[in-house]
T-cell receptor, first 113, second 112 residues
Framework: SQQGEEDPQALSIQEGENATMNCSYK?????LQWYRQNSGRGLVHLILIRSNEREKHSGRLRVTLDTSKKSSSLLITASRAADTASYFCATGGLGGSQGNLIFGKGTKLSVKP | SQTIHQWPATLVQPVGSPLSLECTVE??????LYWYRQAAGRGLQLLFYSVGIGQISSEVPQNLSASRPQDRQFILSSKKLLLSDSGFYLC???????????FGNGTRLTVT
């Protein structure tokens, strides 16, 4: 079953604008990860935030986590056409389960030059 | 550096035919290995994972099976494909714990 749900499903912006994607989840988590997928390719890990962290930065990426609201956001600043891709959040459960990162359905981001 | 190879990139198979998708990882030992399936416009569904040779955990009962004959080799199989097996199959590995997943480039399977 789906754990994370991204919002919006699709987002279209102009180059240079910021893009914000949200992820909500249902159960307690150990960590939350964001991945990027270019069309027809595998996913690439972007950033991981642990349940005891509230904010994390990596280059133009900023991720926040609010465990009380069971939600996370991914902000891409100063977007570029090359950022066009689908973005997925994935939640890791408590107990360090070997199996299960549970992925949402993704947000399809289109950055127009 | 670690790399993951997955093949073939695309595959068209008739209903009822067998399937074998292969995935190999280089540059690491004893990785956790995963098979995911992605339907069009959907998220990823975990099919199988393995924490060691010969150890396979199935997440979703279905027409598929997985095997890990060697430490860095993971195979997804079916004896008889169904139309519903069509999709984008992704192999991935990680070292364990909360380490990130590293994905292959996927196999686009179309069952006709």
């Amino acid at each position: 079953s789906q754990q994370g749900e991204e919002d919006p499903q699709a987002l279209s912006i102009q180059e240079g604008e910021n893009a914000t994607m949200n992820c909500s989840y249902k159960t307690s988590i150990n960590n939350l990860q964001w991945y990027r997928q270019n069309s027809g390719r595998g996913l690439v890990h972007l950033i991981l935030i642990r349940s005891n962290e509230r904010e994390k930065h990596s280059g133009r990426l900023r991720v926040t986590l609010d465990t009380s609201k069971k939600s996370s956001s991914l902000l891409i600043t100063a977007s570029r056409a090359a950022d066009t891709a689908s973005y997925f959040c994935a939640t890791g459960g408590l107990g360090g389960s070997q199996g299960n990162l549970i992925f949402g359905k993704g947000t399809k981001l289109s950055v127009k030059p | 550096s670690q790399t993951i190879h997955q093949w073939p990139a695309t595959l068209v198979q008739p209903v009822g035919s067998p399937l074998s998708l292969e995935c190999t990882v280089e540059g690491t030992s004893n990785p956790n290995l995963y098979w995911y399936r992605q339907a069009a416009g959907r998220g990823l569904q975990l099919l199988f994972y393995s924490v060691g040779i010969g150890q396979i955990s199935s997440e979703v009962p279905q027409n598929l099976s997985a095997s890990r004959p060697q430490d860095r080799q993971f195979i997804l199989s079916s004896k008889k494909l169904l139309l519903s097996d069509s999709g984008f199959y992704l192999c991935a590995w990680r070292t364990g714990g909360d380490s990130p997943l590293h994905f292959g480039n996927g196999t686009r399977l179309t069952v006709t």
